[in-house]
């Protein structure tokens, strides 16, 4: 089951990052144009996104202990990524807290809409800086390509 997680997290680790972004974006269209079937749009993505930041978070844990395991990743390596994706889910899990309160507030909208776009360009700064990670441990460290006598796939 830790091996079938572990291989999960390649295919997740995508979502994060583009729905992020594309939120953000539609968000920045949205000052101009103040439709309330973009911010709609943008509430559901950014739950869609939510829950996909943390399955990938929950597979990439999956992942790290197995890479541990196997010598050719630093941990030092692994627990950065680890601490920046933290971090990322709990700013985005705020964004959307910040965006269901500006969307179904009352009063100071506008402080609670600006103090929402804030959280999000950090969420899309962090979810960046995430994926980096990711792609050095990959790319630099070798994560994930060869985990020599764990792996149960057949040559």
Known sequence: ME???ADLHPSLVAFPLV???TVLI???INL???SDEYSKL???LLVVAAALTFAAYQTGHQAGQLASR???VPEAEIGHHFLWARIFLFTLIGALILKATYYFAKFNIQFWRVLYLIVLVASAGLVTNVGRLGGDLVFEHGAGV???G???KQN
Request: hydrophobic fraction near 50%; include cysteine; charged fraction near 15%.
């Open 150 to 152: 764990i792996s149960s």
């Open 146 to 148: 060869s985990l020599p």
């Open 32 to 34: 101009k144009l103040k």
């Open 19 to 21: 729905l992020t972004w």
């Open 3 to 5: 091996e079938l997680l």
């Open 70 to 72: 196997s010598f050719v």
């Open 26 to 28: 539609i968000e920045l």
């Open 42 to 44: 943008c509430l559901g």
